[in-house]
T-cell receptor, first 112, second 110 residues
Framework: KAGVTQTPRYLIKTRGQQVTLSCSPI?????VSWYQQTPGQGLQFLFE???????NKGNFPGRFSGRQFSNSRSEMNVSTLELGDSALYLC???????????FGPGTRLTVL | EDKVVQSPLSLVVHEGDTVTLNCSYE??????LLWYKQEKKAPTFLFML????IEKKSGRLSSILDKKELFSILNITATQTGDSAIYLC??????????FGKGTRLHILP
């Protein structure tokens, strides 16, 4: 069974631009969560989608948004990029709320 | 506010030593606690603990949960250089939120 995949793996953008990251969960997993990881703050929860509905949301500004498609693939969008948005963005999927999450390899975003 | 606190933040030991990593939490409506190992990129799943006092083992790694005192420990015996990683603890609540600690950075010296 293929694991969680994320594209692209690396991105370089400039301040003010917007970016879209993509995540394909493990086949059969309907829940997809997004995290931002930085050296100073650790792993911070952005949001979770389940069956195309946002189920939970972390404490991030409205510039961070996401969606999930009917095939469970998810996208995360960050608009008006700031330098502080430079981070590793991890996506994780799980079968249900009773199961552990499996992480993708991440997208490393650098904002110049 | 829900929080997960891991200690120590970093640890350096010699190969062959035994280490104990700690994770304490304050979470409403606790469901389960998870341990992950993160080397270069994505965290990989180690254990999920839902019941107090039942040790989970996988090779040289083991973990146990104390729901009364609200903490868990992760033990690694006979450490090897390949155990060098960041170990993340996370707690899942019944609202399906997962809260991560900041991790313990473990470095094993040969």
């Amino acid at each position: 069974k293929a694991g969680v995949t994320q594209t692209p793996r690396y991105l370089i953008k400039t301040r003010g631009q917007q970016v879209t990251l993509s995540c394909s969960p493990i086949s059969g997993h309907r829940s997809v969560s997004w995290y931002q990881q930085t050296p100073g703050q650790g792993l911070q929860f952005l949001f979770e989608y389940f069956s195309e509905t946002q189920r939970n949301k972390g404490n991030f500004p409205g510039r961070f948004s996401g969606r999930q498609f009917s095939n469970s693939r998810s996208e995360m969008n960050v608009s008006t990029l700031e330098l502080g948005d430079s981070a590793l963005y991890l996506c994780a999927s799980r079968l249900s709320e009773y199961n552990e999450q499996f992480f993708g390899p991440g997208t490393r975003l650098t904002v110049l | 506010e829900d929080k997960v606190v891991q200690s120590p933040l970093s640890l350096v030991v010699h190969e062959g030593d035994t280490v104990t990593l700690n994770c304490s939490y304050e979470v409403t409506n606790f469901r389960s606690l998870l341990w992950y190992k993160q080397e270069k990129k994505a965290p990989t799943f180690l254990f999920m603990l839902t019941s107090s006092g039942i040790e989970k083992k996988s090779g040289r790694l083991s973990s146990i949960l104390d729901k009364k005192e609200l903490f868990s420990i992760l033990n690694i015996t006979a450490t090897q250089t390949g155990d060098s990683a960041i170990y993340l603890c996370a707690v899942m609540n019944r609202d399906d939120k997962i809260i991560f600690g900041k991790g313990t950075r473990l470095h094993i010296l040969p």
